[in-house]
Each structure stands twice: as C-alpha cells, then as structure tokens.
Nanobody
Framework: QVQLVESGGGWVQPGGSLRLSCLAS????????LAWYRQAPGKERELVAQ???????NYADSVRGRFTITRDNAKNTLYLQMNSLKPEDTALYYC??????????????WGQGTQVTVSS
C-alpha cells in the first residue's frame, strides 16, 4: 500500500518560489502516473501537473512555464518547483498517484496536502 507525504508548502510573496516534495513509501508501479493537484477555497480540485512513466509531462495552462514537475526514483520522491508565484496559486496542494486496473477502473492514492499561500 503506497502512502504519500507532501512537504514544502508555506507562505511566499508574489513572484517568489517554492518547491514541494512528495515522499512515497511503498512500491509505485511503472504504469502509475504521478501528479500534483490543488484545491483553492470554494473551488474544485484541479490538476496542476503530471508525469507519466516514460517521463513525459503535462501542465495546466495556468502554470505552464512557471511550474516544473520532476521525480527522483532513487529517492522515491516527486517534486513541484513553483516559480513566479501568483496570489491565484494559493491553494492546498495534493500529491497523487493513480493507475488503471482491470476494466479501466482508476485507482488513486492521495497525500494529505500541503498549504501554499501567496500574498503580500
């Protein structure tokens, strides 16, 4: 059973940077997708960035060019480097991994979330 633990959130001024980390305990299959989601107050959870087994990445339009998702397999850790942060990036950020099992059923594992607040 995989468990995900995020860290690295905090408060930063607009234009600043933060790096989120997500440490995974347990084996993550090669078919798993690793991702960061976020949820702002009163809004639905949204995909921020994801990295697929082969290393290809996808980003939300709102963060493309500012955020970078990477993984360190040796450390079992997923990262999200966030630069040029804006107040609208304020949210609870979640680490996620999922895979599709038999019948196309999606199986998700979520971390507990780490708060990012961007304000002056």
């Amino acid at each position: 059973q995989v468990q995900l633990v995020e860290s690295g959130g905090g408060w930063v001024q607009p234009g600043g940077s933060l790096r989120l980390s997500c440490l995974a305990s347990g084996r993550i299959g090669s078919g798993n997708v690793l991702a960061w989601y976020r949820q702002a107050p009163g809004k639905e959870r949204e995909l921020v960035a994801q990295i697929i087994g082969g290393g290809s990445t996808n980003y939300a339009d709102s963060v493309r060019g500012r955020f970078t998702i990477t993984r360190d397999n040796a450390k079992n850790t997923l990262y999200l480097q966030m630069n040029s942060l804006k107040p609208e990036d304020t949210a609870l950020y979640y680490c996620n991994t999922f895979y599709y099992g038999y019948g196309g059923i999606r199986y998700d594992t979520w971390g507990q979330g780490t708060q990012v607040t961007v304000s002056s």
